[in-house]
């Protein structure tokens, strides 16, 4: 399998069959002017995705919003950013544009704040840093957002913040100035709203002004009550700064809500203030790599779990490489943000180090890169294969009853584990101490992985991975990964595992 459809047609030719087969939709997210957004699972990885439906018909009704709407196609594709809402793909059938989106389960920061009135210093800073850092990166990719407001940012699992709707952001062109007006009055800079022109990246900071101190207050600097006294207001940069803010935050405010857009805080300014500066996480102190850069560093792991599920591997490096978007590199990419999400420490550096210990105790003369690097398509080189420890079992029947066998099968071995997600959990054997019969963490028990202080030390702990993957001939692929513990061990595990699903 190839990993492209075979159809023709835009975006690798998606039609509505297709959507259809890959995702099953769920409850309605939200709506816009020109969309319905649905809750959705992409088949293939039983993953979760928004989609964004947009009637074509209804969009013609609307002045330039079909423009609006291509723009925000093509923009969004553009993005690969920690801080963005990626656009895995785009299906379009004869009515509608189905745009798929990375879904931000709990909803806008606009709720957020209102749920919590306003922010404490710290929780304000932080998704203050990420979301600089994400317009920061659209900046250097040429892309002036200029409808930031708390209901266009939206947040993950993990409260970290995603930057969305791209429809009225616009590509930056050297010397060339915009003019249109676009965005919401209250988080619009004064040029903006005056008509002026303007080069584009200091709008996008005077609405990160208004978002810092509607995070910080609770209330926007310029409320729309009085029209023209609002007006009045942004042309002069009339506004109260409460007394109870943070002096940094104070300070940073000021300097960013300048009506002087030349002489308004820039994105590199902003970096360099203290209170941005204060608890800056690493991740975000370097800028991220480009997309065309990240497209070339290819995680190994997930690269395999794709082949296991029937795509061709070589098809696949190029249609990363590329860029392309299809079946292959769609359930790619949200394995792999799945992967980053799930990890504790943002960007995974800890789930990545843990795993890079784990190889490199298994193979310490020789370790294994997680993530390939690839300088040039049509030089492919041929990728190492993996080398863990890796058992893969088909299944017919349905992946919940899978799971429940999976599960009365671990239990019956006294096997540890941890569910990090419906079809994946991290796994902890300990026969040494308990024997195969012995030890039994309960299914939702965060400590599985660090409690135990003994056992841990224990040379022989074997602890793996169990995941469950759905393959293109609708089976079902159980996949145990070995990640640190003896290799005879492991395998005696598995075949124990085996002959408790009865499959030996
Ligand atoms: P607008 O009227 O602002 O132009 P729109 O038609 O472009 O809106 P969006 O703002 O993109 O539509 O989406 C409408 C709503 O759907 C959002 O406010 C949000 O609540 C929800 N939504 C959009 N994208 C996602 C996502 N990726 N994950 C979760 N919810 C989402």
Redesign the pocket.
């Known amino acids: 399998m190839d990993g492209s459809s075979g159809h023709g047609g835009r975006d690798g030719g998606r039609t509505g069959d297709m959507l259809l087969r890959n995702y099953k939709l769920g409850k309605r997210?939200?709506?816009?002017?020109?969309?319905t957004?649905k809750l959705a699972e992409h088949v293939l990885t039983g993953l979760k995705v928004?989609i964004?439906i947009i009637n074509k018909h209804e969009i013609r009704k609307i002045k330039d919003m079909e423009e609006k709407v291509r723009r925000e196609m093509k923009i969004a594709k553009l993005l690969v950013h920690p801080h963005i809402?990626r656009l895995y793909e785009v299906i379009e059938t004869s009515t509608d544009i189905f745009l798929v989106?990375?879904?931000?389960?709990s909803?806008?920061l606009f709720d957020y704040i209102v749920y919590k009135n306003r922010l404490n210093e710290n929780e304000a800073r932080s998704l203050f840093q990420q979301i600089i850092s994400g317009v920061e990166y659209c900046h250097r990719n040429m892309v002036v957002h200029r409808d930031l407001k708390p209901?266009?940012l939206?947040l993950d699992s993990k409260y970290h913040v995603?930057i969305?709707?791209f429809?009225f952001s616009n590509i930056l062109r050297d010397g060339r100035f915009l003019k249109t007006s676009c965005g919401s009055p209250s988080y619009a800079a004064p040029e903006i709203l005056f008509g002026k022109l303007y080069a584009g990246p200091e709008v996008d900071v005077w609405s990160c002004g208004v978002i810092l101190y509607a995070l910080l207050c609770g209330k926007l600097p310029f409320d729309e009550g009085n029209i023209s006294d609002f007006y009045r207001k942004i042309k002069h940069g009339i506004y109260n700064l409460p007394m109870s803010l943070p002096p940094g935050a104070r300070d940073l405010i000021r300097r960013i809500l300048v009506v002087d857009p030349t002489r308004r805080m820039t994105i590199p300014q902003i970096r360099q203030h203290p209170w941005f500066k204060a608890h800056l996480p690493c991740y975000l102190t370097v800028p991220p790599l480009e997309a065309n850069q990240l497209a070339k560093k290819i995680d190994e792991q997930i690269l395999q779990v794709v082949i296991n599920m029937g795509f061709d591997r070589n098809q696949l490096i190029q249609s990363l490489f590329n860029r392309v978007h299809n079946e292959a590199t769609v359930a790619y990419y949200l394995l792999l943000d799945y992967q980053y999400r799930g990890s504790s420490g943002y960007l995974k550096a800890e789930f990545q180090a843990s795993m890079e210990s784990g190889i490199n105790q298994m193979h310490q003369s020789e370790p294994i890169p997680r993530y390939m690097n690839y300088q040039g398509i049509g030089q492919i080189p041929q990728l190492p294969q993996e080398r863990k420890w890796s058992l893969g079992l088909q299944f017919q029947a349905n992946p919940r009853e899978i799971m429940t066998d999976v599960l009365k099968a671990l239990q019956e071995l006294r096997v540890g584990w941890k569910r990090i997600g419906h079809y994946n959990m991290k796994c902890r054997w300990i026969p040494g101490i308990y024997g195969h019969n012995s030890h039994h963490l309960e299914d939702d028990d965060s400590n599985i992985m660090e409690s135990d202080d003994a056992a841990m030390k224990a040379s022989n702990v074997v602890k793996f991975e169990v995941q469950l993957y759905k393959t293109r001939e609708e089976k079902n692929l159980l996949d145990l990964q070995r990640v640190q513990g003896p290799q005879f061990l492991f395998l005696d595990l598995c075949a124990a595992i085996l002959a408790q699903l009865r499959v030996l």
């Open positions: 997210l939200g709506f816009g002017a020109s969309a957004v928004a964004k809402v989106l990375e879904y931000a389960e909803g806008e209901e266009n939206l995603k969305a709707d429809g």
